[in-house]
């Protein structure tokens, strides 16, 4: 097995990344990871492990000079970390990373794929004078990796999925328990009644606005956020994207009053932001309606099987059919134990 780097996502085929990603979801995904690339607070190197000339394995390393992001600092996920400078192995945003490896691989070849990756982690960490991290990784991901390195992980939070069985949202709801089920459409009721306009706009036609309302969100739950910079954020993805998130909106006369931010992807909607102006709402359970219901409505009219939730408030996605599973962080192996 081969392993090389390359600096740039684009020197890799698509479809050829995509093969290995479908199975890990969007934040691995090549125009997911693409649209980051840019960033300006980390440095990217492309881990490619190839086989007889296949793609077998593969993981983004970022570099880190400054984390923005509290979630992703270790020193303030882990206790008695020290601040260090950081290699982050795999997706950098998105809370769910796991290594890349090809379905097909035989268990000692799926293993030798994985030392691949976590060798050249390991030793641009030591170039970089920075320690290897894989965050927010699955279950089996972190079982992998614990013992590809040595290691052992520690649970950070839980991930959450709607699995969407059948083919309406009528279906969804009888999977549900009978009080779930009234209290669910007692909330859609209320929010159809309340009078908003719904629209479905691309990201593109609204992101100053929704950058607005995410910050609205932010401040909300103590921590500030600028609505300038959340309106850049989201541009840039609308850009990085090609403008194929889905927008849910709700609007009051010509203000957008709140709105949801999903995506597409392997058969899964995965909601990704949303914001509220919190002095115009009528409380009509605006939240539950425009991050629950209407993606799964539209999840439904696309075919997908699954609304992917990810982090927090994991009561409130269980009580509406949510699946949860742990997400752990492992430290990966040293050079000199590479």
Same mark, same amino acid.
Request: proline share 5%; hydrophobic share 45%.
């Given at each position: 097995?081969?392993?090389?780097?390359?600096?740039?996502?684009g020197d890799v085929p698509a479809a050829r990344w995509d093969a290995l990603s479908a199975q890990a979801g969007l934040y691995l995904s090549h125009r997911w990871l693409a649209a980051q690339q840019q960033d300006?607070?980390?440095?990217?190197?492309?881990?490619?492990?190839?086989?007889?000339?296949?793609?077998?394995?593969?993981?983004?390393?970022?570099?880190?000079?400054?984390?923005?992001?509290d979630l992703y600092r270790v020193h303030e996920l882990l206790p008695g970390r020290a601040p260090a400078r950081t290699l982050l192995a795999g997706a950098?945003?998105?809370?769910?990373?796991?290594?890349?490896?090809?379905?097909?691989?035989?268990?000692?070849?799926?293993?030798?794929?994985?030392?691949?990756?976590?060798?050249?982690?390991?030793?641009?960490?030591?170039?970089?004078?920075?320690?290897?991290?894989?965050?927010?990784?699955?279950?089996?991901?972190?079982?992998e990796l614990a013992d590809a390195c040595g290691t052992k992980p520690v649970q950070l939070n839980q991930d959450a999925r709607i699995p969407l069985p059948g083919t309406t949202f009528d279906d969804y709801l009888a999977a549900?328990? /009978?009080? !779930?089920?009234?209290?669910? &459409?007692?909330?859609?009721?209320?929010?159809?009644? *309340?009078?908003?306009? =719904?629209r479905?706009?691309?990201?593109?036609?609204?992101?100053?606005?929704?950058g607005a309302l995410a910050a609205q969100l932010q401040a909300r739950h103590g921590h500030l956020a600028d609505p300038a910079v959340m309106a850049a954020i989201l541009r840039d993805q609308a850009e990085g994207m090609a403008d194929s998130g889905t927008v849910h909106a709700a609007f009051t006369g010509r203000h957008m009053v709140a709105f949801s931010l999903a995506y597409h992807h392997a058969g899964t909607?995965?909601?990704?932001?949303?914001?509220?102006?919190?002095?115009?709402?009528?409380?009509?359970?605006?939240?539950?309606?425009?991050v629950y219901y209407l993606p799964?409505?539209?999840?439904?009219?696309?075919?997908?099987?699954?609304?992917?939730?990810?982090?927090? /408030?994991? !009561?409130?996605?269980?009580? &509406?059919?949510?699946?949860?599973?742990?997400?752990? *962080?492992?430290?990966? =192996?040293?050079?000199?134990s590479a």
């Open positions: 097995m081969i392993l090389t780097l390359v600096p740039d996502i300006p607070t980390a440095r990217v190197h492309y881990a490619l492990v190839h086989d007889d000339g296949h793609l077998v394995a593969a993981a983004p390393l970022y570099v880190v000079d400054t984390e923005p992001n950098r945003r998105g809370y769910l990373n796991a290594p890349l490896l090809h379905p097909l691989l035989t268990p000692a070849r799926r293993r030798k794929a994985l030392d691949r990756l976590v060798t050249a982690a390991a030793t641009l960490a030591a170039t970089e004078k920075a320690v290897p991290w894989w965050l927010y990784v699955t279950d089996e991901a972190a079982a549900l328990p /009978s009080k !779930r089920r009234v209290t669910i &459409r007692r909330e859609r009721r209320a929010f159809a009644e *309340a009078g908003y306009e =719904r479905t706009l691309r990201l593109s036609e609204c992101a100053d606005t929704a909607v995965w909601l990704r932001s949303t914001g509220y102006d919190y002095a115009r709402l009528r409380g009509a359970h605006e939240y539950f309606n425009l799964i409505e539209n999840a439904y009219a696309h075919g997908a099987t699954a609304l992917h939730l990810g982090m927090e /408030s994991l !009561r409130a996605k269980v009580l &509406r059919g949510a699946t949860a599973s742990p997400l752990w *962080a492992v430290e990966g =192996r040293s050079e000199t």
